[in-house]
């Protein structure tokens, strides 16, 4: 039986994410902070995308690195550093890939051999909350962006003049 | 997540591939409209036009909705956008990452019962 994962806004910047572990806190911490094991979880098989290259120094003051491609297309970079980092229990890092991303904290409680690990990520305004996509998943808002434009175009009623028909097929 | 998406947007570009329904945006553009006006305006059958329209809701182009006789169509928020929507996909990438940080634990789990069996609980 797999543990639940909760998501919920705290506040308007804020959102946050718990799941317990049936696992000690360091157990946790290991799989997050080695690259190689770290590797093997983030990015879920089933989203179809591929962690092209991971490269973390997960310690205070040290910076990671990831790239993400979907599908073949032209990997998208992840960046950031590591304001804190206290074993088995605390990791703070930053987002820097835009201007408005958000900062990350992990906390790590240990009871009874089991972990609660909570998640948030503060943003820097609402709006940049609203906007926020799932990492990875912005892997495909060229696609999106090129279907927008192509709403928009359509809703300007200038779309049969300029329609290319290839945009069609992807 | 990124097989639904990926439907999706396949929907979306399958929706916009014919002539009528890029026209039909258009007309909702400028106006909400029955799917009768539509008929009328792109000189179909009702029941072609009611194909249409339901391929471009299908997409999430459009939103439909009957009150009393008149099926009225409008522009659809594509962006499904809508709290629910959005918590969902934030919960579905952290559920499945997570799903998948159990694999490891598992692992690690068994690795150290296996390095220190005086140890096993």
Known sequence: ?170 | MAQYSDSRLDASFAALSDATRRGVLEQLGRSDASITDLADKFHMTLTGMKKHVAVLEEAGLVSTEKVGRVRTCKLGARDLEDAAAWIKRHRDLWNARFNELDQVVEELKRNERAERPNRRK
Request: hydrophobic share 40%.
């Open chain 1, 1 to 170: 039986m797999k543990n639940p994962t909760t998501v919920e806004r705290k506040s308007d910047r804020e959102l946050v994410v718990t799941r317990t572990f049936d696992a000690p806190a360091r157990i946790i911490f290991q799989a997050w902070s080695k690259p190689e094991l770290f590797r093997r979880w983030w990015i879920p098989k089933s989203m179809g995308m591929t962690l092209v290259s991971y490269e973390a120094d997960i310690r205070t003051g040290g910076s990671y690195r990831l790239e993400i491609s979907h599908q073949g297309s032209k990997p998208m970079a992840f960046f950031g550093k590591y304001l804190e980092v206290t074993p088995h229990s605390r990791m703070v890092w930053t987002n820097e890939e835009s201007t408005d991303s958000p900062v990350t904290t992990v906390t790590l409680e240990e009871k009874g051999g089991k972990t609660l690990l909570v998640l948030s990520e503060l943003h820097p305004s609402k709006a940049a909350l609203d906007a926020a996509g799932t990492g990875a998943l912005d892997a495909m808002p060229e696609t999106f962006g090129q279907l927008d434009e192509l709403v928009a175009e359509l809703l300007a009623g200038a779309a049969r003049s300029t329609m290319r028909a290839p945009a069609m097929r992807p």
